[in-house]
């Protein structure tokens, strides 16, 4: 292993930039070439290399979003496309790629190691909803995003003695929507994996107001639809009249958290170690706080669970 290659792929999360800081100088550090390639799988089809130095990646740390820009190429999921991939691969002389994304991410990955180059997956993205680690890069930051919009929605649900619903990111999974909703003490909590009713929304509303609570906060993770029309229904059907806050986008961004940076350091200094032992579709994940790895193909099939225990305390603590 001479030579090694890193990108960032699919949706961005803040922390892409520090894994990537700790790929390049760690290569740099056992003596390789790193090159770093621009706008994920659709610069490695348009041949988008670039040396990295150690000074490349310098300011970097504390910067949300990737410096080496992301993209989602439809192109590299044809064979054509991929084809062209392996062959700008090779034509720079790379030995080892280090991919820093999703789970469709992996999914690529995965399909270049069948091809024979040696790729390690770093598992970024802010939903957290990739198995094989307890944290992928990106979410810590996010949570405490939702929080700190959550605390000052309070302030004004509270002042207004308001119902409030809260749209948190989360297609598929509800880790952002549990642990935002645990740590900044919401009421309900409404994830794809749980299912509830609008009367338990009700219920629950009124129990409070009873005991004499000012506020109801409410997350909802976009998996289980749309907060406008949750907050429609509630209207027409209980006469519940709520406001409604889309956090959106504003969720990806920001400066990473020490917990994002420290993880982001860990596995992408790992992800490297790991090519130097010739190992090929693997993924590093965090396990009891230590760094692992996996396979990639096993990891794609498991399913990341949410903690159901964790869900059940969020609504005993909010009673
Ligand atoms: P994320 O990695 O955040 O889950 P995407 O699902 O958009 O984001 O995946 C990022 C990119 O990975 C896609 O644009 C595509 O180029 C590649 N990709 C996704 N799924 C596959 C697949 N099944 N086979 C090959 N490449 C894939």
Known sequence: MKCIAVLTSGGDAPGMNAAVRAVVRTGIYHGLKVLGIIQGYQGLIENKFQQMEASSVADIIHRGGTRLLTA???????????????????????????????????????????????????????????????????????????????????????????????????????????????????????????????????????????????????????????????????????????????LGHIQRGGTPTAFDRVLASRMGAEAVKLLLQGKTNRMVGLINRKIENFDIDYALAQRKELDLEMYRLAGILSI
Do not use: Y
């Not at 691969?89 to 820093?100: E, H, K, M, Q």
């Not at 810590?140 to 929080?147: E, I, K, R």
């Not at 107001?209 to 027409?236: F, T």
């Open 72 to 246: 989602r190429s439809e192109e590299f999921k044809t064979p054509e496309g991929r084809k062209k991939a392996l062959e700008n691969l090779r034509a720079n002389g790379v030995d080892g790629l280090i991919v820093i994304g999703g789970d469709g991410s992996f999914a690529g990955a995965s399909r270049l190691a069948e091809m024979g180059m040696p790729v390690i997956g770093i598992p970024g993205t802010i939903d957290n909803d990739i198995p094989c680690t307890e944290a992928t890069i990106g979410f810590d930051t996010a949570v405490n995003t939702v929080v700190d919009a959550i605390n000052k929605i309070r302030d004004t649900a509270t002042s207004h003695q308001r119902v409030w619903l809260v749209e948190v990111m989360g297609r598929h999974s509800g880790h952002i929507a549990l642990e935002a909703g645990l740590a900044g003490g919401a009421e309900t909590v409404l994830v794809p994996e749980v299912p509830f009713t609008l009367q338990d929304i009700v219920k629950k509303v009124k129990k409070g107001r009873q005991r004499g609570k000012l506020h109801n906060i409410i997350i909802v993770a976009e998996g289980v639809g749309s907060a406008l029309d949750i907050s429609k229904k509630l209207e027409e059907t209980a006469g519940l009249e709520t406001k409604v806050t889309i």
